[in-house]
């Protein structure tokens, strides 16, 4: 079973300190019941040479009242130049939390305690 939530915005920084890159992505569209899903990763952390990122962060729903979830995005770096990045990842998601505050819902013959969310991003650099 699969859906698809679009990127409505994304933005990486990146500083001479992994610790301090910031990854921000919203992600959005019908297959969240129109609410918006904010991943905010805290730092950077190369791993497997440079060619896997990890960024541990966390993970808002459109409910003010719950606290983020933590959340981990492991990418695979597909593509990189001076002024570009290109990568694919996945993070897995807590499915009750989702539920409840998206109105994201599985059929009942197919429960779920996590999904896991696939995503593809493309970073160019801007002054």
Not at 85 to 102: A, C, E, F, K, N
């Amino acid at each position: 079973m699969r859906r698809r939530a679009g990127i409505e915005r994304a933005a990486l920084t990146v500083a001479p300190d992994p610790e301090d890159c910031v990854l921000r992505l919203v992600l959005g569209g019908d297959a969240l019941g129109g609410e918006l899903l904010t991943f905010t990763g805290t730092a950077l952390e190369p791993v497997a040479g440079g060619t896997r990122l990890r960024l541990p962060g966390h993970l808002g729903t459109g409910d003010a009242s719950m606290e983020p979830l933590p959340a981990t995005l492991l990418l695979r770096v597909v593509e990189h130049a001076d002024d570009r990045l290109l990568v694919v990842g996945t993070t897995r998601v807590p499915y009750g939390p989702l539920r409840r505050t998206t109105g994201f819902a599985l059929s009942r013959t197919r429960p779920a305690r996590h999904l896991c969310l696939l995503l593809a991003a493309e970073f160019t650099c801007a002054p």
